[in-house]
């Protein structure tokens, strides 16, 4: 069964950076526009950022823009998410998802979701 592994969450402090991947378990997955998405407490799941399956095209919601950069390997079926400047209002679950229509914030395929907290 396809599957997102999402790693790099924890805990930083406001201003802090953290990398976070995510590792597909099948190569299909180059051929499909992958992203990530967020959800904090009490708040409903938000898109964060995508990229197409070239590595090309890329968007990002204009909470994170200037902060956040996407980034693929199609060579390890891996997509990344460096975030800079992370400020408290970051802090959620944020979860890989692939293919389906994700640019409408219907993807076919979500990890499970890694933690990321950002201290004041």
């Known amino acids: 069964q396809a599957q997102l592994v999402e790693s790099g969450g924890g805990l930083v402090q406001a201003g802090g950076s953290l990398r976070l991947s995510c590792a597909a378990s099948?190569?299909?997955?180059?051929?499909?526009?992958m992203g990530w998405f967020r959800q904090a407490p009490g708040k409903e799941r938000e898109f964060v950022s995508r990229?197409?399956?070239?590595?090309?095209?890329?968007y990002y919601a204009d909470s994170v823009k200037g902060r956040f950069t996407i980034s693929r390997d199609n060579a390890k079926i891996t997509v990344y998410l460096q975030m800079n400047g992370l400020k408290p209002e970051d802090t959620a679950v944020y979860y890989c998802?692939?293919?389906?229509?994700?640019?409408?914030?219907?993807?076919?395929?979500w990890g499970q979701g890694t933690q990321v907290t950002v201290s004041a």
């Open positions: 099948e190569g299909t997955f180059s051929n499909y526009d």
């Open positions: 990229v197409d399956w070239s590595g090309t095209m890329k």
């Open positions: 998802a692939a293919g389906g229509t994700l640019s409408r914030g219907n993807p076919a395929y």
